[in-house]
């Protein structure tokens, strides 16, 4: 008989390790559910960043193609815009007086040998760069703009 109250005893004790056992499984199982509860809900929130982000990536994709689009029409509008556009070089400073479009439209009939009819109309003509202050220089370009295509 005591021989089975020794084992009971002894069972006992083991059980009640096991109860400390199984109450301290239950709390880290409880830790471990929050854990879990709270990477659920990070994870949540980035698929939420991250469909934000692929819309915003779409629009950015489509706006890039907005953008080449308008640099290729841009490009096309300044060739455009340049195809009237003559280069002069050689004339010195200050050669054509006050009144260049005057001295252009006598001067470069005379420098080609062409008679034009209608004669030659410029929008604006004008020097490029800095004037240089010491005057030795090589002198600066014309850029005149004829008024008409078909006279360039």
């Known amino acids: 008989m005591d021989r089975i109250l020794h084992e009971i005893t002894a069972v006992s004790h ?3 390790g096991m109860d400390a056992s199984i109450s301290s499984l239950t709390l880290e199982t409880k ?3 929050s854990e879990i509860a709270g990477f659920q809900s990070r994870v949540t929130g980035l698929e939420h960043r991250m469909g ?5 990536m779409t629009t950015v994709q489509d706006r890039d ?13 300044q060739d455009r ?3 009237d556009n003559v280069r002069l070089f050689g004339f010195l400073e200050n050669e054509e ?23 030659l109309e410029f929008q604006r003509a004008h020097r490029v760069g800095r004037k240089h202050p ?7 370009p014309i850029i005149a703009c004829l008024l008409r295509h078909g006279q360039a």
């Open 52 to 56: 934000t982000l692929e819309s915003h």
């Open 65 to 77: 193609q907005d953008l080449l689009y308008l640099h290729s029409k841009i490009t096309d509008l």
């Open 97 to 119: 007086g006050t009144d260049f479009q005057a001295f252009l439209s006598s001067v470069l009939p005379k420098l080609t040998s062409l008679t034009f009819d209608p004669p």
């Open 14 to 16: 083991r059980i009640e």
């Open 134 to 140: 010491d005057g030795a220089s090589r002198p600066r």
């Open 81 to 83: 815009s340049q195809r």
């Open 31 to 33: 830790s471990m559910h």
